[in-house]
């Protein structure tokens, strides 16, 4: 009995085993694939050698102006908002989702620039599935990126939106 | 009594004679160890992914925002309808160059972009 549930134990474990191999090898890519990635990937990799220098002016450029927005505009506002004993409630709640945001856009960009290097960095003649399933992960990181992006805009957005109305109410009242 | 007086020379373990030799590879080692770690932190950080000073971003170096003397508004004071106004100026000002950029988008990766499955051979990807 016990050596019939380690047998089925071990069968279970090289049939999960083989799966995962297969769906991490692209099972997707023929011969000719193959082929095709091995005689454009250099030149593949030259692109990303250009995406990669132009991604990382683009995170220090917007890094820079997200920074300023937070500590030197949202954070003495929300500061003075409070000493004027005003409903800070809103700008102070999106301020603490855009610092969230924030760091959350750091560490996606640092694991998309990670992954988009190791493409480059490849010997992608010898490792052409590798290299294909590299590039398809950069895609998904840089797509989190981008939603980051979009979401950080949003809220920045949002943020005006708030101090606007903010300024009705103040208005409102004198 | 005899005027000269005999000065024996002390023995020296073997340590002891490469004292100076040891102290230098000892110091080497921990410089070693020291820059590994700085390294380390360098690259998990994040630094070293907006360190534009390192080898292959000579060409974008120069674009990078230079703006140091971004305006802070102050924190203290009253809250009047002027202030507000000049709060929005500085803030919308700011929030034009983060809002609805095209930055990160998917095309740059795309296939249509890389052609990487392309039959014939890529001529140029550049996004």
Redesign the interface.
């Known amino acids: 009995m016990r050596n019939l549930v380690i047998g089925l134990l071990l069968v279970g474990l090289v049939c999960g085993g083989s799966v995962a191999y297969a769906e991490d090898t692209a099972v997707t890519l023929t011969d000719s694939?193959l082929a095709?990635?091995r005689?454009?990937?250099t030149?593949?990799q030259?692109?990303?050698?250009?995406?990669h220098?132009?991604?990382?002016?683009?995170?220090?450029?917007?890094?820079?102006?997200?920074e300023?927005?937070s500590t030197?505009?949202m954070?003495?506002?929300n500061?003075?908002?409070a000493?004027?004993r005003?409903d800070g409630v809103a700008v102070t709640q999106t301020t603490v989702e855009f610092n969230n945001k924030l760091d959350e856009f750091?560490?996606l960009?640092?694991q998309y620039?990670q992954t988009l290097l190791r493409a480059i960095q490849l010997k992608c003649t010898d490792q052409p599935v590798t290299f294909?399933d590299t590039?398809n992960l950069?895609?998904t990181h840089?797509?989190a990126?981008?939603e980051a992006?979009v979401s950080?805009?949003g809220l920045?957005?949002q943020?005006?939106t708030e101090?606007?109305t903010?300024?009705d109410s103040?208005?409102g009242k004198? | 009594m005899q005027g000269s007086e005999t000065k024996e020379e002390p023995i020296l373990t073997r340590w002891q004679q490469h004292r100076f030799l040891v102290m230098i590879a000892g110091a080497i080692v921990v410089a070693c160890f020291l820059v590994s770690v700085a390294l380390g932190l360098y690259n998990s950080s994040?630094a070293a992914?907006?360190d534009?000073s390192r080898p292959?971003?000579e060409?974008?170096r120069n674009?990078?925002?230079q703006?140091q003397s971004?305006?802070?508004?102050?924190?203290?004071?009253?809250?009047?309808?002027a202030?507000?106004k000049s709060?929005?100026d500085?803030?919308?000002a700011?929030?034009a160059?983060?809002?609805?950029?095209a930055?990160?988008?998917?095309a740059?990766?795309?296939e249509d972009?890389?052609?990487?499955?392309?039959?014939a051979?890529?001529?140029?990807?550049?996004?």
């Open positions: 694939d095709r990635i005689l454009n990937c030149a593949v030259t692109s990303l050698g250009r995406i220098e132009s991604d990382a002016l683009a995170r220090v450029n917007l890094g820079q102006q997200y300023t927005i030197k505009l954070a003495p506002f500061s003075r908002v000493l004027n005003l750091r560490t960009y640092q620039e294909y590039l950069a895609r840089r797509a990126v981008r992006v950080l805009g920045v957005k943020y005006g101090v606007q903010l300024r103040v208005k004198n | 994040g992914q907006v534009l292959g971003y060409a974008i674009q990078a925002n703006d971004s305006k802070s508004f102050d924190a203290t004071g009253t809250l009047d309808d202030t507000f709060f929005q500085l803030y919308n700011r929030a160059k983060v809002v609805d950029v930055s990160f988008d998917d740059a990766l795309s972009s890389l052609q990487l499955m392309n039959p051979s890529v001529t140029d990807g550049s996004n």
